[in-house]
């Protein structure tokens, strides 16, 4: 059973659309973490959160405690949004989800 | 600060023969890991160090070993490469004490084992 669980596998959208990436997590994950990368890039942090909401730029955060829930928003997307899009618990160690590939459409 | 360095960033070898993956870091980072990432698949620990002189095996450690001699320094050594270790390897390091537990990645390193 893997800690951390994100859908959708794949997301294409058309420039200008409003992108929400979910992730699921259990019993022990006391932060959870949402990563990005670039095609034959590295790995970038973009949030870790514990509670509540964060925003940078057009990117948004946010986590439910209660329902072990946590959802990434992208606000007006663009083609430079197009990327794998991982979230990673914290507990004992990290659980990555397998995550998501975005392609926006110009 | 450049971060966390990885070397090669891409590698083939032959099934039978070692090599080692170059991982170093300048933030004074206690913590560093080496992850696997294969297509349809998380990204897989494989061995993690708390400090130097400390490591330890994570989720896929067989075939592969580390050491952590100095607190900058994390090599990946393959002792005796397989296809099945075709993969991405990637380093990352963290800071330990109170607050942010962010994790910092290289840039990773393709391998190919034919």
């Known amino acids: 059973k893997n800690e951390v669980e994100q859908s959708p596998q794949n997301l294409t959208a058309q420039e200008g659309e409003f992108i929400t990436i979910n992730c699921s997590y259990s019993v022990g994950i006391s932060a959870l973490h949402w ?3 670039h095609p034959g890039g590295g790995i970038v942090s973009l949030f ?33 949004d197009s990327a794998v ?7 004992n160690q990290f659980y990555f989800g397998t995550g998501t590939s975005l392609t926006v459409i110009p | ?25 300048d933030m004074n980072h206690e913590y560093m890991s ?21 490591t330890d095996q994570g ?14 320094d994390f090599p990946l050594r393959l002792l005796s490469a397989a296809p ?3 993969s991405v390897y990637f380093c990352a390091s963290r800071y330990t004490g109170t607050g942010a537990n962010v994790l910092t990645f290289g840039a990773g390193s393709r391998l190919t084992v034919l």
């Open chain 2, 59 to 72: 989720e896929v450690p067989n075939g592969y070993n580390v050491s952590r001699s100095t607190t900058e």
């Open chain 2, 84 to 86: 099945s270790q075709t």
């Open chain 1, 48 to 80: 870790m959160l514990s509670s509540g909401k964060k925003k940078h730029g057009r990117l948004i955060a946010t986590i439910n405690i209660q329902e072990k829930h946590s959802s990434l928003h992208i606000t007006a997307s663009h083609p430079r």
């Open chain 1, 35 to 37: 990563l990005q990368q």
């Open chain 2, 1 to 25: 600060n450049a971060g966390v360095t990885q070397t090669p960033k891409f590698q083939v070898l032959k099934t039978g023969q070692s090599m080692t993956l170059q991982c170093a870091q």
């Open chain 1, 85 to 91: 899009y991982i979230c990673a618990g914290t507990g």
């Open chain 2, 34 to 54: 080496w992850y696997r990432q294969d297509p349809g698949m998380g990204l897989r620990l494989i061995h993690y160090s708390v400090g130097a002189g400390i």
